[in-house]
T-cell receptor
Framework: KAGVTQTPRYLIKTRGQQVTLSCSPI?????VSWYQQTPGQGLQFLFE???????NKGNFPGRFSGRQFSNSRSEMNVSTLELGDSALYLC?????????????FGEGSRLTVL | AQRVTQPEKLLSVFKGAPVELKCNYS??????LFWYVQYSRQRLQLLLR??SRESIKGFTADLNKGETSFHLKKPFAQEEDSAMYYC??????????FGQGTILTVHP
């Protein structure tokens, strides 16, 4: 079966702009989580959506937001970009039924903010 | 707040030698722990989870609640085990707290 797909894979933005990243989960998965990966902070949880509802949120400013559609596809948006937002953004999908479930990760979207 | 610590950023062993990647956690609740692995040019993937108590690719990990540890072990390392390994703690749906990761290099 097809894995988690993230688009775009690479993008360059300038400070102050906004960006939208997309994630298509594995068919049948209703949960989508987003993570930010940087060399300094490692992998950090952003938020998780299940059936179009945000169930969990990490410790990121309100400039980071997301949503999930009825087909379980998810988008995350970062507004008013800062240099520190440069990172690899990973999406992961799962069945979402319990906290011991396996997360399936995408290849990520690498964002560079100039 | 929960925390996962992997004290070794880099770990090098020779093929056939035993390997142990250390992981310690801090969490007040009942921990659900995982090891994820990222091989070169591949996406992050699950290696094993403590609840399954299974051995994957020869790796095992035992949860020690007294020492708050979940170390990953393999008796005989192989070159194909070279990768980045992350210990992770799940505290809610889709929410993993990751350690900083350990790069394992297995030399021939």
């Amino acid at each position: 079966k097809a894995g988690v797909t993230q688009t775009p894979r690479y993008l360059i933005k300038t400070r102050g702009q906004q960006v939208t990243l997309s994630c298509s989960p594995i068919s049948g998965h209703r949960s989508v989580s987003w993570y930010q990966q940087t060399p300094g902070q490692g992998l950090q949880f952003l938020f998780e959506y299940f059936s179009e509802t945000q169930r969990n949120k990490g410790n990121f400013p309100g400039r980071f937001s997301g949503r999930q559609f009825s087909n379980s596809r998810s988008e995350m948006n970062v507004s008013t970009l800062e240099l520190g937002d440069s990172a690899l953004y990973l999406c992961a999908s799962s069945l979402g039924a319990d906290i011991t479930g396996e997360l399936f990760f995408g290849e990520g979207s690498r964002l560079t903010v100039l | 707040a929960q925390r996962v610590t992997q004290p070794e950023k880099l770990l090098s062993v020779f093929k056939g030698a035993p390997v142990e990647l250390k992981c310690n956690y801090s969490y007040s609740g009942s921990p659900e722990l995982f090891w994820y692995v990222q091989y070169s040019r591949q996406r992050l993937q699950l290696l094993l989870r403590h609840i399954s108590r299974e051995s994957i690719k020869g790796f095992t990990a035992d949860l020690n609640k007294g020492e708050t540890s979940f170390h990953l072990k393999k008796p005989f390392a192989q070159e194909e085990d070279s990768a980045m390994y992350y210990c992770a703690l799940s505290t809610s749906y889709g929410k993993l707290t990751f350690g900083q990761g350990t790069i394992l290099t297995v030399h021939p």
